[in-house]
């Protein structure tokens, strides 16, 4: 892989709503707006060459890329190791719920059958490296916004923190091959020993 343009999928019904789900056998479609979104991302790679289109395994993710792509012919592959986090107990709850339960908690804290951040962060770069080990020359990422947030965060060398700002929805993102080097030494390296700087409520 020389080039990788990453973007978050459409609004989706849960989304709008600020309702969590990390199960991707929970139907989760996008919104009326989150299909412009996705076609609006379409008209904004047009002049983008792209050999390969990365999805996770959620409705959501692969109903962007298919608006997004629908003009063209690009091969898709999955890549389960950037799926969104895992929520356990707060899946179809409200955000708000599990950020009250995250304050103060630290990077290997999560409730039972829930991601852990910093196992997050190892499994995110192990996406990453799947993509970077890639033959085709440009990629095009279409994940969500956490993996996202920690891969745009970690090309500028920050590692991730207890509270991460959401990326836009449908908003192409462009990294080379050595700032996605960069992503997966950074994650691997905080996963093998996380901290947080900030607190959840800073």
């Given at each position: 892989m020389r080039t990788l343009v990453v973007a978050r999928h459409g609004e989706s019904e849960f989304s709008a709503r600020k309702l969590m789900n990390g199960d991707p056998s929970v139907r989760v479609p996008l919104t009326a707006t989150g299909r412009e979104q996705a076609r609006e991302l379409g008209r904004l790679l047009a002049a983008d060459r792209l050999d390969l289109c990365a999805v996770t395994e959620f409705e959501r993710v692969r109903e962007t890329a298919d608006l997004a792509l629908a003009e063209r012919e690009v091969p898709r592959l999955v890549v389960?190791?950037?799926?969104?986090?895992?929520?356990?107990?707060?899946?179809?709850?409200?955000?708000?719920?599990?950020?009250?339960?995250?304050?103060?908690?630290?990077?290997?804290d999560a409730p039972e059958g829930a991601d852990a951040r910093a196992a997050l962060a190892e499994r995110y770069a192990r996406g990453f490296r799947i993509l970077l080990d890639r033959p085709e020359d440009s990629i095009l990422l279409v994940?969500?916004?956490l993996p996202i947030r920690y891969a745009l965060e970690a090309?500028?060398?920050?590692?991730?923190?207890?509270?991460?700002e959401q990326v836009p929805y449908a908003?192409?993102?462009?990294l080379d091959a050595e700032q996605v080097q960069g992503v997966v030494a950074l994650l691997e390296a905080w996963a093998a020993a996380p901290v947080f700087s900030v607190t959840m409520d800073s």
């Open positions: 389960p190791e950037l799926n969104d986090p895992r929520v356990g107990p707060f899946e179809g709850k409200a955000l708000d719920e599990y950020r009250r339960w995250a304050t103060d908690r630290g990077p290997t994940a969500h916004s090309a500028e060398g920050r590692h991730p923190e207890a509270r991460a908003t192409p993102f462009r």
